[in-house]
């Protein structure tokens, strides 16, 4: 049975976000006050402006992490486990309520496309207090996937 030849494809950043748009699994990390890595498993979608989008709660350790220090990394992951994945590097800013209630919108639709009821909607992102965390990218891998070096295979 033939090997699988891992890959790594240096992209422009056009081709980042096409790749990127469709795949809402990730894993986001920030930095603890004492320096080490917090890493979050996140859903996320891209807005218009091509940041990364994250819905969250302001109690969590990453909205506290990233009050702090705004620096991120972000691993995009494909649906398949061995699929391919890049990792993004940026600067993140949270939004708060009530002004996170229009980005919160913007990144449902950048998942899961209309809602039935965009009242009820944004009356359950107020209700819970939601914000949401914007990513701008600054920097990315290639686009990887696993599998032997080459000249292994």
Request: net charge negative; proline share 8%.
């Amino acid at each position: 049975m033939p090997r699988k030849i891992a890959t790594a494809d240096k992209v422009a950043r056009d081709e980042l976000l096409e790749f990127v748009r469709p795949r809402h699994n990730a894993t986001l990390v920030t930095t603890r006050r004492n320096g080490r890595p917090q890493v979050s498993p996140v859903t996320c979608g891209v807005d218009e402006e091509g940041r990364v989008v994250i819905s969250t709660y302001p109690q969590r350790a990453k909205v506290a992490n990233l009050r702090r220090d705004a620096a991120v990394t972000l691993l995009i992951h494909s649906d398949d486990w061995n699929g391919p994945y890049v990792q993004l590097d940026g600067t993140a800013e949270v939004i708060d309520q009530p002004d996170a209630v229009e980005p919160l919108v913007d990144y449902f639709r950048s998942i899961s496309g209309e809602h039935p009821d965009w009242d009820e909607y944004r009356q359950a992102m107020r209700d819970q207090g939601k914000s949401l965390i914007r990513v701008t990218i600054e920097c990315w891998g290639p686009i990887a996937t696993g599998g032997f070096p080459p000249e292994h295979a």
